[in-house]
């Protein structure tokens, strides 16, 4: 599915609403009201097909050219209207789309002027004595400006779903990066603390033994305060799980996660494609995390068409391990692969090629350390100009995996 930019939906919306204005115009000459409506239907032909060759634009215009359309609209309808001087109300249909368009798209002001433009075009469709002229002008014009609002307001919706799931990601890597820290801190003051217990115990006089004493105490209290820090980010995070966790559907959350980063990342010339196997039925495992690690995975897919400037596809797919008890997902986009200085250095936190663009470094990394507490896993490779994402999805919470990496992170030494 290759999704639409707004101006280009808009134009193919113009384009169909021209279209209705010919059909009208040619059923002017089935009813013998014209001989002939060659200029006027000729005119709106040429110009739906100028609208439908926008739609294909990959380029956003600037507002004052689509205020231009918006009014060329409007003064062709009127146009076409006046020259069959049949004196028909049907014409003044064809006037909704524009102002609709006009007064999701532009300023208010431009918006408004448009709408009095066709206000005075709708008294000189209106036959004498033009009484109606008022009616049709408040349907005409009340009309558009509701379905503006209640347009406005739906995409004001879908971006607040957006910048929630991009804040809950954010907030569980941000969590975990500091549970992190605080494990490898504390695992250097484990060795600390039996350092300083030997010290005390193995000092030779009263002046070296009061030393160890304070160097325990001081080790220790910061033990403590570290303990506390741990507890407090342990409340905030979701990584606390439910007695018993809610069923959830996997596909309705690969379309979520794919749609809301493709909100946030406009691509022009994007196909995407989700497959799920039916045999997954529900997951119980984290849906929080799992949501976290998809969006981090799709939005890095697409930073990466925009890097490229261009477009291309994304394709996930899901199914069944061998044994039935993990979900398998395979995330693949053609933006050109992962350079090769970069590959071995993936999932190190704070590792970043996104640096100039407020990347932290923290998406891959703690995605994996999230899927991973719960059973799970994420593996990316790269080869060919491709991209390969694998999730491991348990159906059912497991026991955490551990890499033997993962306390060596912070360079503890092997000495200690």
Same mark, same amino acid.
């Given at each position: 599915m290759k999704p639409l930019s707004a101006f280009s939906a808009g134009a193919v919306l113009r384009a169909a609403n021209l279209f209705l204005l010919l059909l009208w115009l040619w059923s002017l000459t089935r009813q013998g009201? &014209?001989?002939? +409506?060659?200029?006027?239907?000729?005119?709106?032909?040429? $110009? /739906?097909?100028?609208?439908?060759? &926008?739609?294909?634009?990959?380029?956003?215009?600037?507002?004052?050219?689509?205020? &231009?359309?918006?009014?060329?609209?409007?003064?062709?309808?009127?146009?076409?209207?006046?020259?069959?001087?049949?004196?028909?109300?049907?014409?003044?249909?064809?006037?909704? +789309?524009?102002?609709?368009? /006009?007064?999701?798209?532009?300023?208010?002001?431009?918006?408004?002027?448009?709408?009095?433009?066709?206000? +005075?075009?709708? $008294?000189?469709?209106?036959?004498?004595?033009?009484?109606?002229a008022l009616y049709r002008s408040a349907?005409?014009? /009340?009309?558009?400006?509701?379905?503006?609002?209640?347009?406005?307001?739906a995409l004001r919706s879908r971006a607040a779903a957006v910048r929630e799931r991009t804040a809950l990601a954010r907030s569980l890597f941000f969590h975990e990066f500091i549970a992190l820290l605080l494990f490898q801190i504390r695992d250097y003051l484990?060795?600390?603390?039996?350092?300083?217990?030997? &010290?005390?115990?193995?000092?030779?006089?009263?002046?070296?033994?009061?030393?160890?004493?304070?160097?325990?105490?001081?080790?220790?209290?910061?033990?403590?305060?570290?303990?506390?820090?741990?507890?407090?980010?342990?409340?905030?995070?979701?990584?606390?799980?439910?007695?018993?966790?809610?069923l959830w559907s996997l596909e309705p959350l690969l379309r979520e996660c794919l749609d809301s980063a493709v909100a946030s990342f406009r691509v022009q010339g994007l196909s995407t494609r989700v497959w799920v196997d039916p045999r997954i039925r529900g997951l119980s495992c984290d849906r929080d995390a799992a949501a976290a690690a998809l969006t981090a995975v799709f939005e890095n897919s697409l930073e990466a068409f925009l890097a490229a400037g261009r477009g291309g596809a994304i394709t996930v797919s899901a199914m069944l391990d061998g044994n039935g008890e993990q979900a398998v997902i395979e995330a693949?986009?053609?933006?050109?692969? +992962?350079?090769?200085?970069?590959?071995?250095?993936?999932?190190?936190?704070?590792?970043?090629?996104?640096?100039?663009?407020?990347?932290?470094?923290?998406?891959?990394?703690?995605?994996?350390?999230?899927?991973?507490?719960?059973?799970?896993?994420?593996?990316?490779?790269?080869?060919?100009?491709?991209?390969?994402?694998?999730?491991?999805?348990?159906?059912?919470?497991?026991?955490?995996?551990?890499?033997?990496e993962e306390s060596t992170w912070a360079g503890r030494r092997s000495s200690l």
């Open positions: 009201l &014209l001989a002939s +409506v060659a200029l006027p239907a000729g005119t709106a032909a040429l $110009y /739906a097909a100028g609208n439908a060759a &926008l739609a294909l634009s990959r380029r956003e215009p600037p507002p004052w050219a689509e205020a &231009l359309l918006a009014a060329l609209d409007i003064a062709l309808v009127c146009w076409a209207a006046l020259w069959t001087g049949t004196a028909q109300p049907d014409a003044a249909l064809a006037l909704l +789309v524009p102002l609709f368009m /006009a007064a999701v798209r532009l300023r208010p002001e431009w918006a408004g002027a448009l709408s009095a433009g066709a206000a +005075v075009g709708l $008294y000189f469709l209106t036959p004498a004595p033009r009484q109606e349907f005409i014009l /009340a009309a558009p400006w509701g379905l503006a609002l209640f347009a406005r307001a484990t060795s600390l603390t039996a350092v300083g217990q030997h &010290l005390e115990r193995s000092a030779a006089g009263d002046a070296e033994k009061e030393l160890a004493g304070k160097l325990s105490k001081m080790v220790n209290e910061l033990n403590g305060k570290l303990r506390r820090m741990s507890e407090t980010v342990e409340e905030h995070t979701t990584t606390r799980r439910p007695a018993k966790s809610p693949m986009d053609d933006a050109g692969g +992962v350079a090769d200085a970069a590959r071995e250095q993936l999932f190190r936190p704070l590792f970043t090629t996104k640096s100039a663009r407020g990347g932290i470094g923290l998406g891959l990394a703690m995605s994996r350390r999230l899927l991973e507490r719960g059973g799970g896993t994420l593996a990316v490779r790269s080869e060919g100009g491709r991209t390969f994402a694998r999730f491991e999805l348990p159906l059912k919470p497991g026991l955490p995996r551990v890499r033997n």
